[in-house]
C-alpha cells in the first residue's frame, strides 16, 4: 500500500493532482474510551499521541473514481495509563479525470486524503471531549517538513513538522 514518493514521477502525481476533484469525506466508524479519572486530571499534563494512515485504497478506473479509508486515532496518556482515546475512520472519494497510474493513486490518497479527512477528525475530538465534560485543547494542525533544500529555500515560513504516522490496525471488539 505505501507508495514511496522518492520513486514517484514528479510529473505523473503533479497531473493526477490537477486531474482529481474531492467528491466526499465520510464518517465510517468511530470509538470514544473514557476512564473515569480523567475527569479529574487536567488534560493539559496529558501526553497525546495522534497517528493517522491510510488503511486501503482503491481506484475504479472505468468510472474514474478514487476511494481511500484513512483510520486516525488519538491517544492521552497522564504517565503510563491510557486515559482517554478516540478512533475513526473515513472514507474519501475523488473523481479523476483521464487515466491514472496506481501507485500515483495510492500516494495521493496517503498524501492529500489525510490532509483533507484530518480537520474532521480534529472536529470530532473537539465535540465528542466537550460533550464528556473536557476542556482539552485542539489537537495540532497537520504540517509538512521541507522535502529538500531547494524547498525549505522557498517555503516563506514554517509551522511545524511532519505528522507521519504508521497505519494501526483496527483491534478486535470486546
Known amino acids: 500500500m505505501s507508495q514511496d514518493s522518492d520513486k514517484m514521477d514528479p510529473q505523473v502525481y503533479n497531473s493526477l493532482v490537477a486531474r482529481a476533484h474531492l467528491r466526499s469525506i465520510r464518517l465510517t466508524a468511530n ?17 497525546n499521541n495522534v497517528t493517522a494512515g491510510v488503511m486501503e485504497s482503491f481506484l475504479e478506473s472505468e468510472s474514474g473514481s ?17 486515559v482517554l482515546s478516540i478512533s475513526a475512520t473515513y472514507l474519501v472519494s475523488y473523481k479523476i479525470h483521464g487515466e491514472c497510474d496506481q501507485g500515483a493513486c495510492e500516494l495521493f490518497v496517503q498524501r492529500v486524503g489525510k490532509i483533507a479527512i484530518y480537520p474532521y477528525f480534529r472536529t470530532l475530538v473537539a465535540t465528542l471531549t466537550s460533550q464528556a465534560g473536557l476542556l482539552m485543547r485542539p489537537l495540532p494542525v497537520l504540517s509538512f517538513a521541507p522535502r529538500s533544500v531547494e524547498s525549505a529555500a522557498n517555503l516563506e515560513q514554517s509551522s511545524g513538522t511532519l505528522m507521519e504516522a504508521k497505519p494501526k490496525k483496527p483491534r478486535p471488539s470486546r
Do not use: S, T
Open 31 to 47: 470509538k470514544f474510551e473514557m476512564k473515569p479519572e480523567a475527569l479529574g486530571i487536567d488534560p493539559d499534563a496529558w501526553q
Open 66 to 82: 478514487l476511494y481511500g479509508v484513512l483510520g486516525f486515532e488519538v491517544v492521552c496518556r497522564q504517565g503510563r495509563k491510557r
